[in-house]
Nanobody, 125 residues
C-alpha cells in the first residue's frame, strides 16, 4: 500500500530551522520526482520545491530560494526539506507528494498522484 508519512513540523521562532521528513512505503521512491507543497489557512496549496530521481532539486516558490533545500536518501526511501531562516509567512501545513502526470509542470499539484497527510509548521515568536 502506497503511503507517505511526513514528520518534523512544529513551532519555531522566526529565524529558526526545521527539517521535514517524508518517508515513503509501498513503492520505490528512487525512481520518482517528489514534490514539497504547503497550504496556509485560507490559501491554495502551493509548490515549494521538488527533487528529481537524480537528486537535483528545484524551487517552485521564489520566497524560499536560498532558505529551503530538498534532499533525498533513497536507501531510506525518504525525502527531506531543510528549512532555514524561517519567517512567519512560512507558516502552513507542508505536504510531500509523488509526481506522476507528465502533462503537468512539476510545481503544479495536478501532476501528483499520492500525498502525505501533512505536517504543521508554525513560525511565531
Amino acid at each position: 500500500q502506497l503511503q507517505f508519512v511526513e514528520s518534523g513540523g512544529g513551532l519555531v521562532q522566526p529565524g529558526g530551522s526545521l527539517r521535514l521528513s517524508c518517508a515513503a512505503s509501498g513503492f520505490t521512491l528512487r525512481t520518482y520526482t517528489i514534490g514539497w507543497f504547503r497550504q496556509a489557512p485560507g490559501k491554495e496549496r502551493e509548490g515549494v520545491s521538488y527533487i528529481d530521481n537524480s537528486g537535483s532539486s528545484t524551487y517552485c516558490a521564489d520566497s524560499v530560494k536560498g532558505r529551503f533545500t530538498a534532499s533525498r536518501d533513497n536507501a531510506k526511501n525518504t525525502v527531506y526539506l531543510q528549512m532555514n531562516s524561517l519567517k512567519p509567512e512560512d507558516t502552513a501545513v507542508y505536504y510531500c507528494a509523488r509526481f506522476r502526470r507528465q502533462i503537468f509542470r512539476m510545481c503544479n499539484t495536478g501532476g501528483y498522484d499520492a500525498w502525505g497527510q501533512g505536517t504543521q509548521v508554525t513560525v511565531s515568536s
